[in-house]
């Protein structure tokens, strides 16, 4: 299993370019089972997670082929299975994204519970309630889930919570639903939005993504369609943590500057000129940062996925932060390591307190979970001393060539 060293203290400096976002484009691979006509998705990253997703969508029948430049073409001709199975689903909990096409395409679907994971134990109630809205008859039994519908009708439903992968789930059933279907209290992240376009773009009527209610009106049948997904802005959201934190100086390009307008504002908070361009922004410290508070939200407040990078960047600032993480109940993970690496920081039910330190100190440490271990790296190269980053697939499911993008940046890391 590969190690990452990070070797310090560095201040990143450079251009950095973002790839396609992990979070966009797994929903539309699973979208892509809506049709039995080809999909072509272009400038994908071939990430792990990618890498179950188009294994998910092969195990149930469709045909795919991932070319040399990043091209994703996927023909679902047809279902010849209907069951996605535990060893799948327990590689990566969005396999669970596949229920709501295949129930609308084929009707029945057999799936594994998805079960807890390192950041929570994120249940799937809210999906299943919105297919058994629109008519699906839902069994549990022996860690499965077995769904049918002849054909799924049009319901309102209202979310508890704005789960993104609840409103994705149930947009893409009501796709090819009978009727009209409103989800309220809809997540609102630009990744439903791109999957609302992507599926529009398959011959969907979906209106409103990107806004608390979104509107479906069911068509018979989808299309074929291509597509290029948004730039993930929690890669970029990384890239710009690190470079306030190492006081460097990076412009990081290919990026949505709406996306990441949380980011830029805690940033600016703690002292860093952040620049706004077109399609790019540059990130420049010249002096430490200072401490802020930050509460993790739904879109468009501070994602989640940001909170343990963020949080390196509080244990290196002058004065005493707090981060709250509302999403998920377990996302701590990485204060334990963070500790190890001479951090200063007190949990307090879903708060934590972090107090700055001038520098960290390299130590061997593992990265818990796939941000957990971004923040790792971002933590590496604030440090006095090499860091060793063990349990690196995590990172590997959302960052493509991260060692090669921070190389570029000047930082020093191996992987061995
Ligand atoms: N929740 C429920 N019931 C449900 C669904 C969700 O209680 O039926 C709760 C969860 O337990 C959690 C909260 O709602 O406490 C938010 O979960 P959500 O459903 O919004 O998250 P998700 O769809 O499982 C996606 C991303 C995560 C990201 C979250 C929040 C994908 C593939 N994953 O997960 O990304 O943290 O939204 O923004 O889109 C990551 O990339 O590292 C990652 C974990």
């Not at 790839?19 to 039995?36: D, F, G």
């Not at 669970?96 to 950041?119: W, Y």
């Not at 994705?168 to 999957?195: H, K, R, S």
């Amino acid at each position: 299993m590969s190690t990452l060293i990070v070797e310090s203290p560095c201040r990143l400096q450079g251009t950095v370019n973002i790839s396609c976002a992990k979070n966009a484009i797994l929903p539309i691979i699973a979208a892509t089972l809506l049709t039995e006509d080809r999909c072509r998705l272009e400038d994908i990253a071939a990430l792990e997670d990618v890498k179950v997703m188009i294994e998910v969508v092969n195990s149930l029948g469709a045909e795919t082929n991932l070319d040399g430049a990043n091209t994703l073409e996927i023909t679902a001709k047809k279902i010849e299975r209907n069951e996605a199975s535990y060893e799948l689903i327990r590689k990566m909990r969005a396999s669970f994204l596949i229920m709501g096409p295949m129930l609308a395409r084929t009707g029945k679907v057999k799936i594994s519970l998805p079960g807890g994971c390192a950041i929570g134990s994120r249940p799937i109630d809210l999906h299943l309630k919105g297919f058994a809205a629109m008519g699906a008859n839902i069994t549990l039994g022996h860690g499965y889930i077995e769904a049918y519908a002849d054909r799924l009708k049009g319901e309102s439903i209202y979310l508890d919570f704005p789960s993104v992968g609840a409103t994705e789930n149930i947009m893409m059933a009501a796709a090819l639903a009978e009727g009209v279907t409103t989800i309220e209290n809809a997540a609102e992240e630009p990744e439903i939005v791109d999957l609302a376009n992507f599926l529009n773009k398959m011959g969907a009527r979906v209106k409103g993504a990107g806004t608390d209610t979104i509107k479906v009106e069911g068509v018979r049948e989808l299309k074929g369609a291509a597509h290029s997904a948004i730039p993930d802005r929690i890669e970029a959201g990384t890239f710009m943590v690190a470079a306030a934190a190492t006081r460097g100086d990076v412009l990081i390009e290919g990026v949505v500057p709406e996306h990441v307008k949380p980011i830029t504002a805690k940033l600016k908070e703690m002292g860093a000129e952040v620049n706004e361009y077109e399609k790019s922004i540059r990130v420049n410290a010249t002096e430490r940062l200072k401490s802020v508070d930050i509460k993790t939200m739904p879109y468009p407040g501070f994602p989640t996925d940001m909170q343990s990078p963020m949080m390196t960047a509080m244990c290196v600032a002058k004065g005493t932060s707090v981060i709250t993480e509302t999403v998920f109940e377990n996302r701590f993970m990485h204060i334990s390591e963070l500790k190890l690496m001479g951090a200063k920081i007190k949990v307090d039910g879903r708060s934590a307190i972090v107090e700055g330190v001038e520098r960290l100190s390299g130590a061997k440490v593992r990265a818990t979970d796939l941000r957990a271990g971004a923040a790792l790296i971002i933590a590496g190269l604030c440090s006095d001393g090499p860091t060793e980053i063990s349990d690196v697939y995590h990172i590997d499911r959302g960052y493509i060539n991260i060692e090669e993008k921070m190389k570029g940046l000047g930082a020093s890391i191996i992987r061995v």
